[in-house]
Nanobody, 121 residues
């Protein structure tokens, strides 16, 4: 399983971004896919995760409402919509795939390379 994250960039406070995670490999619909973020010098934080069918979603504390995770199994893609961006959202965002529906990054087996999101004030 290989993951490719994209869609990051430089955006002003209050703006929006849609990150994409393209997943290659077999049985995509059997994998939970999560998004995590990590700023320089900080720990990796959980952002959101979605079940294989897309029916279940779970978000990090205080992120639900501005962040929306979704997937299309026909396109082997997971998206993360981020609205009302804040400077503290600046991080490298990673998508990851695994078999467990979890907010713990150590439960994910496959990782993309990350995409940089920078929010300017």
């Amino acid at each position: 399983v290989q993951l490719q994250a994209s869609g990051g960039g430089l955006v002003q406070v209050g703006g929006s971004l849609r990150l994409s995670c393209a997943v290659s490999g077999e049985a995509f619909s059997t994998y939970v896919v999560g998004w995590f973020r990590q700023a320089p010098g900080k720990e990796r934080d959980f952002v959101a995760t979605v079940t294989g069918t897309g029916a279940g979603t779970y978000y990090g504390d205080s992120l639900k409402g501005r962040f929306t995770i979704s997937r299309d199994n026909a396109k082997n893609t997971v998206w993360l919509q981020i609205n009302s961006l804040k400077p503290e959202d600046t991080s490298v965002y990673y998508c990851a795939a695994g078999k467990k529906y979890s907010s713990d990054w150590r439960q994910y087996d496959y990782w993309g390379q990350g995409t940089q999101v920078t929010v300017s004030s």
